[in-house]
């Protein structure tokens, strides 16, 4: 597709749940990002993958969360046993190559856990 | 703590009137990049600034860079109520050119 593309766009789940979310970059980019933003508030870095490999995984909140890249496209972030606290919505992006880092964004997943 | 702080917060304005948002950030940067959020989702690229440049400018956004105060600002000229959205600076580090470190955000909000 033209864009990144989220899927899916909103999740709701019972507490102690896996919840698995999916990110498509845009075709022939290298780069791709994960981000958390809790209402109202600015980007949490989560992990970035650089081809199939993540170097920094630096922002994953807790091991429950992990992430995957398979092919050099598409990405799985996976949450498991969510909590309540893990609600908000969770931004993919890509770019191109390491020296023009300007990320193009998906829509986003809005995860709520009840 | 984070790299880049936003202020103000929240901004409210007329149609018409100028709209200015700052950016601090801590560490040394080879870029840094405005983006703009509407409704809670995905972000859309509007400017990046190298370290080397000072000032840039795209259509109504004037984007100033001080290396040496460590900040930036966004002027959005003559605004509209489009222009509604929340505002992001994030700055492209030296030491790792991948990322990106997202600052906290300003809440624009213009009336018509």
């Known amino acids: 597709g033209a864009g990144v593309s989220q899927s899916p766009s909103n999740k709701v789940t019972e507490k102690g749940k896996d919840v698995e979310l999916r990110c498509d970059p845009i075709s022939g980019h290298t780069a791709l990002y994960w981000y958390r933003q809790s209402l109202g508030q600015g980007l949490e870095f989560l992990i970035y993958f650089q081809g199939n490999s993540a170097p920094d995984k630096s922002g994953l909140p807790s091991d429950r969360f992990s992430a995957e890249r398979t092919g050099g496209s598409v990405s799985t972030l996976t949450i498991q046993r969510t909590q309540q606290e893990d609600s908000a919505v969770y931004l993919c992006?890509?770019?191109?190559?390491?020296?023009?880092?300007?990320?193009?964004f998906g829509a986003g997943t809005r995860l709520s856990v009840l | 703590s984070q790299q880049g702080e936003e202020d103000p917060q929240a901004l409210s304005i007329q149609e018409g009137e100028n709209a200015t948002m700052n950016c601090s950030y801590k560490?040394?940067?080879?870029?840094l990049q405005w983006y703009r959020q509407n409704s809670g989702r995905g972000l859309v690229h509007l400017i990046l600034?190298?370290?080397?440049?000072r000032e840039k400018h795209s259509g109504r956004l004037r984007v100033t860079l001080d290396t040496s105060k460590k900040s930036s600002s966004l002027l959005i000229t003559a605004s509209r109520a489009a222009d509604t959205a929340s505002y992001f600076c994030?700055?492209?580090?030296?030491?790792?050119?991948?990322?990106?470190?997202f600052g906290t955000g300003t809440r624009l909000q213009v009336f018509p």
């Open positions: 560490t040394s940067i080879n870029n």
């Open positions: 994030a700055t492209g580090l030296v030491e790792n050119t991948d990322k990106l470190i």
């Open positions: 992006a890509s770019s191109l190559a390491v020296a023009k880092n300007i990320q193009y």
């Open positions: 600034i190298r370290s080397n440049e």
